[in-house]
Protein backbone atom coordinates (compact mmCIF):
# COMPACT_ATOMS: atom_id res chain seq x y z
CA UNK A 1 0.00 0.00 0.00
CA UNK A 2 1.40 3.02 -0.38
CA UNK A 3 2.10 5.11 2.07
CA UNK A 4 0.88 8.31 0.59
CA UNK A 5 -1.87 7.25 -1.17
CA UNK A 6 -3.83 5.51 1.78
CA UNK A 7 -3.48 9.35 3.63
CA UNK A 8 -6.85 10.56 3.68
CA UNK A 9 -7.65 14.41 2.74
CA UNK A 10 -9.57 16.34 5.10
CA UNK A 11 -11.79 18.91 3.64
CA UNK A 12 -12.15 22.10 4.96
CA UNK A 13 -15.82 23.51 5.90
CA UNK A 14 -15.91 25.99 3.68
CA UNK A 15 -14.75 23.79 0.65
CA UNK A 16 -17.32 22.10 -1.88
CA UNK A 17 -16.25 19.34 -3.93
CA UNK A 18 -18.16 17.73 -6.94
CA UNK A 19 -17.56 14.67 -7.74
CA UNK A 20 -18.26 13.37 -11.66
CA UNK A 21 -17.09 10.44 -12.07
CA UNK A 22 -13.78 10.64 -12.66
CA UNK A 23 -13.72 14.62 -12.85
CA UNK A 24 -13.07 16.59 -9.85
CA UNK A 25 -13.88 19.75 -9.08
CA UNK A 26 -13.14 21.70 -6.03
CA UNK A 27 -14.32 25.25 -5.24
CA UNK A 28 -12.84 27.16 -2.38
CA UNK A 29 -12.97 31.23 -1.22
CA UNK A 30 -9.61 31.75 -2.99
CA UNK A 31 -11.04 30.11 -6.71
CA UNK A 32 -12.12 26.84 -8.38
CA UNK A 33 -10.20 24.10 -9.80
CA UNK A 34 -11.01 20.72 -11.90
CA UNK A 35 -8.93 17.77 -12.70
CA UNK A 36 -9.22 15.26 -14.50
CA UNK A 37 -7.93 11.45 -12.47
CA UNK A 38 -7.36 8.31 -14.11
CA UNK A 39 -10.13 5.77 -14.72
CA UNK A 40 -8.05 3.22 -12.44
CA UNK A 41 -8.51 5.81 -9.19
CA UNK A 42 -11.64 5.84 -7.15
CA UNK A 43 -11.91 9.10 -5.20
CA UNK A 44 -14.97 8.61 -2.41
CA UNK A 45 -16.23 11.63 -0.39
CA UNK A 46 -17.40 10.71 3.35
CA UNK A 47 -17.57 13.01 5.97
CA UNK A 48 -15.61 16.04 4.83
CA UNK A 49 -12.78 13.47 3.84
CA UNK A 50 -11.56 12.49 0.63
CA UNK A 51 -9.82 9.03 0.07
CA UNK A 52 -8.35 7.51 -3.11
CA UNK A 53 -8.77 3.93 -3.89
CA UNK A 54 -6.68 1.89 -6.53
CA UNK A 55 -8.22 -1.00 -8.47
CA UNK A 56 -5.13 -3.39 -8.29
CA UNK A 57 -1.94 -3.78 -7.05
CA UNK A 58 -0.29 -3.28 -10.45
CA UNK A 59 2.75 -1.30 -11.07
CA UNK A 60 0.99 1.42 -12.84
CA UNK A 61 -1.60 1.17 -10.16
CA UNK A 62 0.59 1.73 -7.51
CA UNK A 63 2.58 4.97 -8.96
CA UNK A 64 -0.88 6.45 -9.69
CA UNK A 65 -2.21 6.35 -6.30
CA UNK A 66 0.40 8.46 -4.28
CA UNK A 67 0.22 10.63 -7.37
CA UNK A 68 -3.73 11.48 -7.58
CA UNK A 69 -3.38 11.73 -3.41
CA UNK A 70 -1.24 13.89 -3.58
CA UNK A 71 -2.44 16.36 -6.18
CA UNK A 72 -6.23 15.65 -4.69
CA UNK A 73 -4.30 17.22 -1.19
CA UNK A 74 -3.01 20.10 -3.63
CA UNK A 75 -6.18 21.01 -5.07
CA UNK A 76 -7.47 21.48 -1.82
CA UNK A 77 -4.87 23.25 -0.16
CA UNK A 78 -4.54 25.50 -3.28
CA UNK A 79 -8.39 26.74 -2.97
CA UNK A 80 -8.25 27.37 0.71
CA UNK A 81 -4.56 29.03 1.21
CA UNK A 82 -3.32 29.18 -2.39
CA UNK A 83 0.43 28.92 -2.85
CA UNK A 84 3.00 31.44 -3.68
CA UNK A 85 6.94 31.93 -5.01
CA UNK A 86 9.03 34.32 -4.29
CA UNK A 87 11.81 35.35 -6.76
CA UNK A 88 15.18 37.39 -6.15
CA UNK A 89 16.85 39.41 -8.51
CA UNK A 90 20.74 40.01 -8.05
CA UNK A 91 22.64 42.18 -10.29
CA UNK A 92 23.72 45.90 -10.76
CA UNK A 93 20.59 47.23 -13.48
CA UNK A 94 18.95 43.64 -13.07
CA UNK A 95 15.21 44.48 -12.04
CA UNK A 96 11.38 43.99 -12.71
CA UNK A 97 8.41 45.65 -13.26
CA UNK A 98 4.73 45.14 -14.12
CA UNK A 99 3.61 46.48 -17.27
CA UNK A 100 -0.42 46.44 -16.98
CA UNK A 101 -0.62 42.73 -16.95
CA UNK A 102 2.35 41.82 -18.23
CA UNK A 103 5.82 41.40 -16.38
CA UNK A 104 8.67 43.48 -17.72
CA UNK A 105 11.76 42.18 -16.92
CA UNK A 106 15.21 44.01 -17.41
CA UNK A 107 18.42 41.73 -16.50
CA UNK A 108 21.69 42.54 -18.61
CA UNK A 109 20.56 41.66 -22.56
CA UNK A 110 19.96 44.42 -25.23
CA UNK A 111 16.40 44.28 -24.81
CA UNK A 112 13.83 44.04 -22.17
CA UNK A 113 12.10 41.17 -21.85
CA UNK A 114 8.04 40.77 -21.39
CA UNK A 115 6.33 38.24 -20.28
CA UNK A 116 2.34 37.33 -20.64
CA UNK A 117 1.09 36.43 -17.10
CA UNK A 118 -2.11 34.01 -17.20
CA UNK A 119 -4.99 34.80 -15.84
CA UNK A 120 -4.97 32.51 -12.82
CA UNK A 121 -1.61 33.84 -11.60
CA UNK A 122 -1.35 36.96 -10.13
CA UNK A 123 2.67 38.88 -9.99
CA UNK A 124 3.80 41.44 -8.20
CA UNK A 125 6.65 43.35 -7.81
CA UNK A 126 7.06 44.97 -3.85
CA UNK A 127 10.16 45.92 -4.97
CA UNK A 128 12.27 46.59 -8.40
CA UNK A 129 14.59 43.42 -7.09
CA UNK A 130 11.90 41.03 -5.86
CA UNK A 131 8.94 39.19 -7.51
CA UNK A 132 6.08 37.47 -6.16
CA UNK A 133 3.95 34.61 -7.76
CA UNK A 134 0.82 33.76 -6.33
CA UNK A 135 -2.15 31.23 -7.25
CA UNK A 136 -4.36 28.64 -6.82
CA UNK A 137 -2.51 25.85 -9.14
CA UNK A 138 0.59 24.61 -7.58
CA UNK A 139 1.63 23.40 -10.98
CA UNK A 140 1.15 26.91 -12.90
CA UNK A 141 2.84 28.86 -9.81
CA UNK A 142 5.45 26.70 -10.13
CA UNK A 143 5.80 26.71 -13.90
CA UNK A 144 5.68 30.72 -14.34
CA UNK A 145 8.46 30.96 -11.25
CA UNK A 146 10.63 28.56 -13.34
CA UNK A 147 9.76 30.41 -16.76
CA UNK A 148 11.02 33.66 -15.19
CA UNK A 149 14.11 32.71 -13.35
CA UNK A 150 14.92 30.25 -16.23
CA UNK A 151 15.40 34.20 -18.49
CA UNK A 152 18.58 34.85 -16.60
CA UNK A 153 19.59 31.68 -13.98
CA UNK A 154 22.13 32.37 -11.45
CA UNK A 155 25.26 32.36 -12.35
CA UNK A 156 28.34 30.75 -10.18
CA UNK A 157 31.07 33.48 -9.72
CA UNK A 158 28.95 36.21 -9.10
CA UNK A 159 26.05 35.27 -8.10
CA UNK A 160 23.98 37.31 -10.85
CA UNK A 161 20.62 36.68 -12.04
CA UNK A 162 17.40 35.79 -11.08
CA UNK A 163 17.25 32.92 -7.72
CA UNK A 164 14.31 31.66 -5.93
CA UNK A 165 14.13 33.33 -1.83
CA UNK A 166 16.37 31.01 -0.32
CA UNK A 167 18.16 28.98 -2.96
CA UNK A 168 22.16 28.39 -2.38
CA UNK A 169 24.01 29.47 -5.14
CA UNK A 170 27.29 27.58 -5.21
CA UNK A 171 30.25 29.74 -6.20
CA UNK A 172 33.41 29.19 -7.97
CA UNK A 173 36.98 30.75 -7.22
CA UNK A 174 38.13 32.87 -10.48
CA UNK A 175 40.76 33.51 -12.01
CA UNK A 176 43.82 33.47 -9.66
CA UNK A 177 46.86 35.64 -10.09
CA UNK A 178 49.52 34.70 -12.78
CA UNK A 179 52.99 33.89 -11.60
Not at 17 to 22: A, Q, V
Not at 111 to 135: D, R
Amino acid sequence: MSRIGKLPVSVPANVNITLDGTLLTVKGPKGELKRKFHEKMTIEHKDNTLYVKRDSDSKESRSLHGLSRALLFNMVEGVTNGYSKKLEIVGVGYKAEMKGKNLLLTVGYSHPILIAVPEEIKISTPSPTEIIVEGVDKEMVGKIAARIRGYRKPEPYKGKGIKYAGEYIRRKAGKTAGK
